[in-house]
């Protein structure tokens, strides 16, 4: 399969092209050349098919003949190495948990999808080594360190704001060791976002193996679809119609649920729920895209001024805004909003919602004030990840999963950094 830059379409890659790249050299964000949706059968009869198969079906045309079967068949089992339930919290909605693998994000399905792609395009090149550098506003971090730690020939570079993670999302990130090399930025998430994008532009950099593993890359992005059909196979016998609401911070997970919808699964409305980092959700009220700097919330995932993946759910709609209207609306919370979420939900159901889910409650219950679908929201982390929120709001204790229990005694080790300068000086420094 081909992919071509959304700046350029004349701009054509292969996938393992652009999964090395991360971002088109004109710095256009990858888009599969053609989508062909799956077999009715398939879709009627998921309930047949396993996991592993279901994934097997829905990412084969976008790797084409560039994985062979047997490999293919792997990286995903590998991939989905757990669970992806989902739980009703009330009438016509259901949470759908991505939180079950080893870093309680959904980050886990594409960090580990995209590491082992990359291992193996890389597994003939003993000696040349990959440096994979990543910008996180938290969750990101972690999968894809946890995704490559010992994963030979790659070096990964994490860049995160400091003193804007959760402690335990920073120990994820900073305690590993390894392959593995965290850079704290003083800054804002898009400031980690602009200097991962300028490393990218710079000549003196890219000469050297350098890709990045942000949601722009496609291998982390395209494998996101497989938990939306997952979610299908285990409600549609309920018999309603089905509305996605996808807490969103770059839109990368949205927009893949969206993929998903092209290829076939029957979505009636996807809704994005953001925080007061509410520039989509302004874009289809005014008709204006106006980026603007991020705001911190307790949503800190969602923290995102100029979602990236935006440009690819306008592609998805064909640049026609009013036929993504159709299908697609977005509302914005504050942080007080979510904190009322978060005890309403625990109040009326017992369960514990995270920030993040929260804020995907709050969409299917707008959503919800005047349709009768069935409406499920992407619960994307573990409470325990945003624990002093989830302790102080709720009053309740999080038992401590064993995953997150072995990070926490380690101790963190973090390079500071402020400006691009200082980036490029590590990087170079290094030799890549
Ligand atoms: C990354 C993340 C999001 C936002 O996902 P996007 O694909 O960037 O929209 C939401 N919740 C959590 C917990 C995350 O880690």
């Not at 009715?40 to 198969?53: C, D, G, K, P, V």
């Not at 619960?379 to 325990?384: C, I, N, R």
Request: net charge negative; with cysteine; hydrophobic share 40%.
């Amino acid at each position: 399969m081909n992919y071509y830059s959304l700046h350029n379409k004349a701009q054509k890659v292969s996938f393992q092209e652009a999964v090395v790249q991360g971002i088109a050299p004109d710095r256009g964000l990858y888009f599969p050349e053609s989508i062909t949706a799956l077999p009715s059968e398939f879709i009627q009869h998921i309930e047949n098919y396993s996991n592993e198969e279901i994934a097997f079906t829905v990412i084969s045309q976008f790797v084409g003949d560039e994985i062979d079967e047997a490999s293919l068949k792997e990286i995903i089992k590998e991939t989905l190495c757990f669970d992806f339930p989902t739980v009703k919290v009330e009438d016509n909605v259901y949470s759908l948990e991505l939180f079950h693998g080893p870093t309680m994000a959904f980050k886990d399905v594409g960090g580990r999808f995209m590491a082992r792609c990359l291992g193996y395009f890389n597994k003939d090149k003993t000696q040349e080594q990959v440096t994979v550098l990543v910008a996180t506003s938290g969750d990101t971090g972690g999968a894809v360190a946890s995704g490559f730690l010992g994963v030979d020939g790659v070096n990964v570079v994490i860049l995160y704001p400091s003193g804007k993670v959760s402690d335990i999302q920073e120990k994820q990130l900073t305690t590993l060791g390894q392959n593995i090399t965290a850079l704290e930025v003083n800054g804002v998430f898009d400031d980690c976002q602009d200097m991962v994008k300028n490393a990218f532009l710079d000549a003196e950099l890219t000469s050297q193996n350098l890709t990045s593993a942000n949601s722009i890359n496609v291998a982390r992005w395209l494998p996101q679809m497989f938990y939306f059909f997952f979610a299908y196979k285990q409600l549609k016998q309920q018999g309603k119609e089905f509305v996605f609401v996808v807490p969103s911070g770059n839109f990368g997970n949205i927009c893949a649920g969206m993929m998903a919808s092209k290829l076939g699964l029957p979505v009636k409305q996807f809704v994005a729920a953001t925080n007061v980092n509410d520039t989509v959700p302004r874009f289809l009220a005014t008709g204006t895209y106006e980026p603007k700097p991020s705001k911190q919330t307790i949503s800190n995932a969602m923290d995102v001024g100029n979602p990236s993946n935006f440009v690819r759910i306008q592609e998805i709609y064909g640049q026609d805004t009013e036929a993504l209207k159709k299908h697609f609306s977005s509302f914005s919370y504050t942080d007080e909003d979510t904190r009322k979420a978060m005890k309403a939900i625990y109040e009326t159901s017992g369960y514990v919602a995270d920030p993040h889910g929260a804020v995907g409650y709050l969409g299917a219950k707008k959503y919800l004030e005047n349709h009768d679908d069935l409406c499920v929201f992407l619960e994307t982390a573990h409470p325990v990840k945003f624990l002093d929120t989830v302790v102080d709001t709720l009053g309740v204790e999080v038992a401590i999963p064993p995953q997150i229990e072995v990070v926490l005694d380690k101790e963190k080790k973090s390079t500071l950094i402020a400006t691009y300068e200082d980036l490029k000086a590590f990087l170079v420094g290094r030799n890549l």
